[in-house]
């Protein structure tokens, strides 16, 4: 059995939390991978201000063979090879015993669930989580039916591993966390946090190749600036995927700025 490993970032977090700091383990072969990402940017900011604990766990220290074997053929026959059931349990076994009790854990598969905006707000209330990455063919369906609470799909396509779609899903849920962000109201401007896309962003210069800027952005007018900016989202929302409208929560306004802008798209193509 190998022994739970920390990650390799032992740097003491700067500042202590306001609250219980969000953990984080992820089950890998690779952990190199996943490291490497959660050592850069504002992940690393975070696991420095102690607001987001992980713990990088190596599948292959908790096998039992001298060649830390974590596949085998699949009974039945058939290409590919399966990651065996008993790695899985004895590391989230010790997960459980390291957090005092047992992470909502995730096993990240093709066959799981989209992961949304809405579920990493979801997956963000939470205490923490448990990360499991396949690899090869696929798991031992013992550890999807008896450990996984629930599965995740990036999308209809496949990975040659979990890793990639572990690290979106980090990245996703992390920066929703309390105090992550530079500023705590960033995250819901932007797209899909209200089920609508983001408006466009300009910055200096004014004039550029002879390409302005809104004037409304120049006003100093704080109200105007943000009625253009929910237009504007409604705007590429309707333009770019106006399947989301059928989910967004919409106001009253919202409904008629809609009206005004299906009217002006109108106009234009009879005048073209």
């Given at each position: 059995?190998?022994i739970?490993?920390?990650?390799?970032n032992n740097?003491?977090?700067?500042?202590?939390?306001?609250?219980?700091p969000?953990?984080?383990d992820i089950?890998t072969?690779?952990?190199?991978?996943i490291?490497?990402?959660?050592s850069e940017s504002?992940i690393?900011?975070?696991r420095?201000?102690?607001l987001?604990?992980v713990?990088?766990?190596?599948?292959r220290?908790?096998t039992?063979?001298r060649h830390?074997?974590?596949?085998d053929?699949?009974?039945?026959?058939?290409?590919g090879?399966?990651?065996?059931a008993?790695?899985?349990?004895?590391?989230v076994d010790?997960?459980?015993?390291l957090?005092?009790?047992k992470?909502?854990?995730?096993?990240?598969?093709?066959?799981?669930?989209?992961?949304?905006?809405?579920r990493?707000?979801e997956l963000?209330?939470?205490?923490g989580l448990?990360?499991l990455?396949?690899?090869?063919e696929?798991v031992d369906?013992r550890?999807?039916?008896?450990l996984a609470?629930e599965?995740v799909?990036?999308?209809?396509y496949?990975?040659?591993g979990?890793?990639?779609?572990a690290?979106?899903?980090?990245?996703a849920?992390?920066r929703?966390?309390?105090?992550?962000?530079?500023?705590?109201e960033?995250?819901?401007e932007?797209?899909?946090?209200?089920?609508l896309?983001e408006?466009?962003?300009y910055?200096r210069p004014?004039?550029?190749?002879?390409?302005?800027?809104?004037?409304v952005l120049?006003?100093?007018n704080?109200?105007l600036i943000?009625?253009?900016?929910?237009?504007?989202?409604?705007?590429?929302?309707?333009?770019?995927?106006p399947e989301?409208?059928?989910?967004?929560d919409l106001?009253?306004d919202d409904k008629a700025?809609?009206?005004?802008?299906?009217?002006e798209?109108?106009?234009?193509?009879?005048n073209?």
């Open positions: 059995m190998g739970l490993k920390p990650t390799t740097q003491q977090p700067t500042t202590a939390p306001a609250g219980r969000y953990t984080l089950v072969i690779f952990p190199g991978i490291e490497s990402h959660l504002l690393k900011r975070a420095e201000r102690g987001l604990v713990g990088l766990h190596d599948l220290d908790y039992e063979d830390r074997t974590v596949d053929a699949p009974y039945g026959g058939g290409a090879m399966v990651m065996k008993p790695p899985f349990f004895a590391v010790a997960v459980t015993a957090r005092g009790s992470p909502h854990t995730i096993m990240v598969t093709p066959q799981g669930q989209t992961f949304s905006q809405k990493a707000q963000a209330g939470m205490d448990l990360i990455c396949g690899h090869y696929g369906e550890v999807r039916t008896t609470d599965e799909s990036l999308g209809d496949v990975l040659m979990g890793e990639v779609a690290m979106v899903m980090i990245e849920i992390s929703l966390l309390p105090g992550v962000l530079g500023a705590t960033a995250h819901k932007e797209s899909h946090y209200a089920g896309l408006y466009p962003h910055t004014a004039e550029y190749r002879g390409l302005g800027v809104p004037e120049l006003s100093g704080h109200g943000e009625l253009w900016r929910r237009r504007e989202m409604l705007r590429r929302t309707m333009q770019r995927r989301l409208l059928l989910k967004a106001t009253d700025v809609m009206c005004e802008l299906m009217k798209k109108k106009a234009k193509a009879n073209e």
